[in-house]
Every structure is written in C-alpha cells, then in structure tokens.
C-alpha cells in the first residue's frame, strides 16, 4: 500500500459523500418543484398538452415518412428537423420535466432547499480538504493510514490497518460520512 493509494481512496469516499448529499438533497428539491407545480394547478395544464405534444410528434413523423417516400421533394433530416425538435418533449412527462428544469424559482421553500444543499456539499467538501491536507502532510502511507481510521475511515477496501492516532485537525465527522459509506 502507498501513501497515493490512501490519497486516491480519500478522493474516491469523498465522491461517494458528495454524491450521496447530492442525489437526497435533488430529491428533496424535486419533490417541492412537483408541491409547487400541483399547487398552482399546472400539473393538469401541462399534462393536456403533453398528449397534444405526443399526438402532434405522431402526426409530424407520419408526415416526415410521406415526404421522404416523395422524390419531388427533399425534406432535410436532423437538427433543424421539426421531428427532431418535438422529440424532445414527448414522452410520458417530458414535457414537465423540461419545465420543471429550465424554470428559475424566486422566492419560496426551493431556493432555500438548493442554498441547503449547496452549503451541505461545500461542508463535506471543507472536511475533506483537511483530511487530504493532514493526510498530505505524514510522511508515510503507515502514518496517513492510522490518521485515517483515527477519523472514522474504513481502509480495509485499501490495507487493514493497526491501532490509531490522535486526530491533528478539528473535523466535523459528521460531514465526511454523510452516504453512510465510509469505505
């Protein structure tokens, strides 16, 4: 075992924190965009025209298949194609999905739920620039491995280590595990 293995793992748990805070924070977060959506009542509004959407793309690629059978006329096909362009909003929810992304939301619970995510992954960030520093800072992979499992790390996936050390820098524990994995 190397000290750049334990480096490499640091960077591997960290993606793994950041991930696990992203992927609950986003469903949190989507969950008050559909609360919203349905409070205002658009979630009806939309699905109608989800269905004309989803019929005018049935029509359009008929319409497309005629004119290509058609040898007087030459219908360009890709970006700037009409069914290419529709077939980005059909589907089951595509359309709201596609509203539901693009829309900027001021005021209310939403921005504060993306103000909350971003400072929990800015926190796990932080915590982890520490534990890389201290982990930089020992000149061997023995040391940096008992600093590891001295945080709370579980190395087994890298070496099993032996007994621990005191930590060097103050951490918020909390902010490193925060997927529940710490291997």
């Known amino acids: 075992m190397k000290k750049r293995d334990l480096m490499d793992f640091i960077d591997m748990v960290e993606q ?14 989507i ?16 699905k109608k025209i989800q269905r004309q959407v989803n019929t005018m793309q049935s029509e359009v690629q008929n319409l497309i298949l ?4 058609n040898t007087e006329i030459n219908y360009p ?6 069914l290419y362009r529709l077939n980005e909003y059909t589907g089951k929810s595509n359309l709201k999905e596609k509203l539901s992304y693009t829309s900027k939301y001021n005021g209310g619970q939403i ?26 800072s020992k000149t061997c992979a023995k040391d940096v491995a008992e600093y590891l499992e001295a945080v709370g790390f579980d190395i087994s996936s890298v070496r099993a280590g032996d007994d621990c050390v005191a930590l060097a820098v103050k951490l918020d524990k909390s902010k490193l595990f925060v997927c529940g994995d710490n291997k």
């Open 77 to 82: 096909t890709g970006h700037y194609d009409l």
């Open 16 to 29: 793994k924190a950041v991930n696990s805070v992203t992927e609950r924070h986003n469903k949190i977060i």
């Open 66 to 69: 005629d004119l290509h059978e």
């Open 111 to 136: 921005p504060l739920l993306i103000n909350d995510k971003e400072k929990e992954i800015q926190g796990v960030k932080e915590n982890y620039a520490k534990v890389r520093y201290v982990s930089q």
């Open 31 to 46: 969950e008050a965009k559909e609360d919203l959506f349905e409070k205002n009542g658009y979630n009806e509004r939309i």
